[in-house]
């Protein structure tokens, strides 16, 4: 999906203060979610460990929120994207990734993706890697402030994605009415491992804004 995101969440000063204290937190448990893919130590020792956690979870359970992160969070009139699984300041099981977009409708991220993201021995999930390139198309894709939802997503997987250093890059090809069409590609160590062709449509409620404008058969030619 291509939303207009808060390009840098912690930079906000409204934001500033509880990013203070929830990304430190988010990165623990993040590591949390490592050692649990990865510790070898004994019984005794899982069992205090989950102890510790039961314990947290009834601290942190003491006040909810009544909607979802995204839901409740804005600045102004863009989304404040903290719960969202590849990017979010608040999310444990995101990397998570830094985005750089520019307006011309390109996107791209150096990151990395450790055991607990493993598919296949060593290699990444597929469907992680379809996560992230959704995600990343979506950041080329709102780069000039276009909302838009993923209607079509194709996938080719070249080759098995290798855990540790990667980089995502995604870009707009063309647009035609109130569809976009974008690409993107993984790249690991030896090259692309998957390649991706997607098309975006832009919801109803945000044609007017298109600037080429859109005739009435357009507009019923989809479901967006």
């Known amino acids: ?14 934001l500033a203060a509880d990013a203070e204290v929830w990304q430190p937190f988010t ?15 004994d019984a005794d020792d899982v069992r205090a460990a989950q102890a510790d956690v039961e314990a947290a979870l009834a601290r942190l359970g003491k006040a909810r929120l009544s909607t979802t992160l995204g839901q409740s969070g804005t600045v102004g009139s863009r989304r404040r994207a903290w719960g969202n699984p590849v990017i979010g300041v608040r999310n444990p099981i995101a990397p998570p990734l830094h985005v750089d ?12 993706l450790g055991p607990a993201y493993e598919g296949p021995p060593g290699l990444v999930h597929g469907g992680v890697v379809s996560l992230i390139i959704d995600q990343v198309l979506g ?27 990667l980089r995502v890059e995604a870009w707009v090809e063309r ?29 109803r409620r945000f044609r007017d804004q298109l600037s080429d404008g859109i005739g009435a058969a357009d507009q019923g030619s989809t479901q967006g």
Do not use: N
């Open 139 to 165: 950041h080329a894709v709102g780069a000039g402030r276009q909302p838009a939802m993923t209607g079509t997503l194709t996938i080719r997987y070249e080759r098995g994605t290798p855990l540790g250093d």
């Open 1 to 14: 999906m291509a939303w207009p995101y808060v390009a840098d969440d912690t930079s906000d000063p409204l």
């Open 101 to 112: 977009s520019d307006p011309a409708g390109r996107a791209w991220s150096d990151f990395h």
């Open 175 to 203: 647009r035609e009415g109130v569809k976009i069409h974008a690409g993107a590609h993984v790249l690991g160590p030896d090259g692309p491992t998957a390649v991706a062709e997607a098309v975006f449509i832009v919801p």
């Open 27 to 41: 990165d623990a448990v993040r590591e949390l979610v490592d050692a649990c893919v990865q510790s070898d130590v």
